[in-house]
């Protein structure tokens, strides 16, 4: 019988960065390809949004290192096709107490892949960054090359954009609400139903739901994926008056991270001038359909943190702006990348996960993605790392080679 709704090579579920660069690179492929979104393109409510990621090389995890070299050639090819930039480089500065084994992992894994960097005590910290960066004298830093800041809102727009332009079909408030295997023996692939009752045909599915690609994946096959939905929070912070020219971005001072509990991070200032980005790696487990919007973190240790860091030149009084924001976390913090099986087979590849430090690598995503659904498998990754049968085997997955990997701090309502 022939089917009633649309037709396509790939349908994509879910439009933000990754699913984005997933449709850029399989319409560029000459694949019919359908994009959908179940809220308004480039809303507020997932976690592709906002004014800033920090890219970065430096992991304590061996196996990001590719993914983060291609994702950096891709960020510049991607602004090249559209015209205008979403990638700011700046140098990247990793700092923590010298017995950390996480910033040791990473100092390790920089030898390891051959990237170059500095270890710096906190003598050669002060003369490097000309005083603007402080650090205990029982820390070390590691300083490296590849750092800077991506503009979210405005990367998404751009894989949407390019994706429409080399041909992708581009719909929003579409709901889905399952997955559907396609019984026929000749025709296959897979039925995408939506909550208003439109369904399309496609070969291959591909859904990368964010913050709710556990509550899909659960309507489709029953499975039930160790992903949590966090809301964290994202603050900024006042440069004083007379400083901010030394923590922009276009110059040299870094995007950075602090290891230890709790895990900091930060870029220079660009997207609000005299104000500085820092924060929390941290959050509250939510439902993303009930959240809390809100009170955000407890901040007490974040302030002591920035008044020890930056010789009084930014006011750790509070922050003066913040933004809420979603993660999927699992619970070794590696992704989600992986046939979703069962009766689909590899019709369907379920993207999600990313615990809040996948957005630089969205453009390599993006392409293991399209890879995995046209051909069954992927160049330059090792995808054993995020298959989802792990967590069968260990629930807490990937085991790691250090005892104080980087975690999430979950703070309970």
Known sequence: ????????????????????????????????????????????????????????????????????????????????????????????????????????????????????????????????????IEIPENWVGVATELGGVIKPTKAVSMYQTLAIKNGAVLRDHMEVKTVLKVKDAVKGGVTVVTSNGEKFWGKKCVVTAG???????????????????????????RIKEGNEADYAVGGDFPSFASYGD?????????????????????????????????????????K?????????????????ATQLCMYSITPDED????????EFGEDVVVAGGFSGHGFKMAPAVGRILADLVLSGEAQGVELQHFRISRFKENPKGNVKDYEDQVSFSVHPQ
């Not at 993303?288 to 901040?299: A, F, K, N, V």
């Not at 002591?304 to 003066?320: H, L, M, T, Y």
């Open 211 to 237: 913050a709710w690609v556990g509550k899909l994946v659960k309507r489709i096959t029953g499975l039930e994926l160790p992903i949590q939905a966090v809301e964290t929070t994202v603050c900024y912070w």
């Open 1 to 132: 019988m022939e089917f009633p709704g649309e037709k396509f090579d790939v349908i994509v579920v879910g439009a933000g960065i990754m699913g984005s660069s997933a449709a850029y690179q399989l319409a560029k492929r000459g694949q019919k390809t359908l994009l959908l979104e179940q809220f308004d393109f480039l809303h507020h409510r997932g976690s592709s949004h906002g004014e800033s990621r920090t890219i970065r090389a430096t992991y304590p995890e061996d196996y990001y290192h590719p993914m983060i070299l291609e994702s950096c050639l891709l960020w510049e090819q991607a602004q090249s096709e559209i015209g205008y930039k979403v990638y700011f480089k700046a140098h990247q500065f990793d700092m923590g107490p010298s017995e950390n084994t996480s910033l040791r992992s990473v100092i390790a894994s920089c030898r390891k892949n051959s990237v170059p960097h500095q270890v710096l005590d906190c003598r050669q910290v002060l003369e490097k960054y000309s005083g603007r």
């Open 304 to 320: 002591e943190w920035i008044q020890g860091r930056f010789a009084g030149r930014v006011d750790s009084n509070g922050p003066v």
């Open 335 to 342: 992704f989600v990348i992986d046939f979703l099986g069962e």
């Open 262 to 302: 709790p895990y900091i991070y930060g870029t220079p200032s660009l997207e609000y001038p005299g104000l500085i980005k820092i924060g929390l790696h941290g959050g509250y487990p939510c439902d993303p359909d009930r959240r809390p919007w809100g009170p955000g973190l407890l901040l007490d240790s974040l």
